[in-house]
């Protein structure tokens, strides 16, 4: 069995894919992450690259940290829960939008992976579980009702129950349930529209975006003054012009 790691591609000129592979649940132990790592700081510098889409192989989407090197971890008296939380914080906060793809199982930090992502979509035979209730722990207790609200956030929180794929879209959670053998071509496809929208424009819409809850409006108004100041002044904007002027399609340079 080859070792636990996360493999990437791209698939289109400037969308990348990352898929983790750690049999059977896809948990994200030391190695995983390190991979995670390695290939979020080569697509951090790689201007081609607009979109990503993270998704699992096999049968499971993520179950979050490796609890068995969680447990070795203490023993050494080692914190492997701060790389995992680096890592997630570290999607979050890439250049580029992020895409979930959920595959299968998203349980307990798998379920933040999912969270930490700009946009998620599932394929219809996946589960959601908030398990930090079920192992001692706490979990997705700040990103998970900013996204949903608290009544429904507090129902999976404090529950720790599995939830299927039509009952979160209901609750905001995904935006979009396809089925499982259409995951992949839907996730692209996505991926390679914001792909070929002007990027400069898609990076400061996603930085505004991911703020505007914690703003009120007079900060958000200097915040999106700042970015239009900027884009304003783009080559890709004058191109974005000039295309609708010739009736032709916009080529953006990220410039």
């Known amino acids: 069995m080859s070792a636990a790691t996360v493999h990437f591609e791209k698939p289109a000129a400037h969308v990348a894919r990352l ?15 390190r991979a995670f790592f390695s290939h979020l700081d080569a697509i951090e510098g790689d201007d081609a690259i607009r979109a990503v889409v993270i998704t699992g192989r096999g049968k499971s989407f993520c179950s979050g940290d490796d609890l068995k090197e ?55 035979d996946a589960q959601f579980v908030c398990a930090a209730v079920n192992v001692g722990l706490i979990a997705s207790a700040y990103r998970l009702p900013r996204l949903i609200g608290v009544g429904p ?5 404090l529950t720790g129950s599995p939830f299927d794929a039509a009952t979160v879209e209901r609750f905001g959670l995904v935006t979009e ?14 991926a ?6 002007a990027p400069l424009s898609v990076e400061a819409t996603k930085r505004v975006a991911g703020k505007a809850i ?8 200097r915040a999106l003054g700042r970015e239009f100041q900027s884009l304003v002044k783009s080559a890709d904007h004058a191109e974005a012009l000039a295309a609708f002027r010739e009736k032709r399609p916009p080529q953006f340079r990220r410039n």
Do not use: Y
Request: proline share 5%; aromatic share 2%; hydrophobic share 45%.
């Open 19 to 33: 898929e983790i592979d750690a049999p059977p649940s896809n948990a994200l132990g030391q190695g995983p992450r």
């Open 70 to 124: 969680r447990e070795a971890a203490r023993s050494g008296g080692e914190d492997a829960a701060l790389s995992f939380a680096a890592l997630i914080d570290r999607i979050e906060n890439l250049r580029v939008p992020v895409i979930a793809a959920v595959n299968g199982w998203a349980v307990g930090g798998g379920l933040e992976l999912t969270l930490c992502c700009d946009i998620r979509i599932a394929a219809e």
């Open 153 to 157: 956030a507090k129902h999976m929180l």
């Open 177 to 190: 349930v396809v089925p499982s053998d259409k995951l992949r071509e839907a996730s692209l496809l996505l």
């Open 192 to 197: 390679d529209r914001i792909a070929t929208r």
């Open 214 to 221: 914690d703003l009120d409006r007079d900060e958000a108004a």
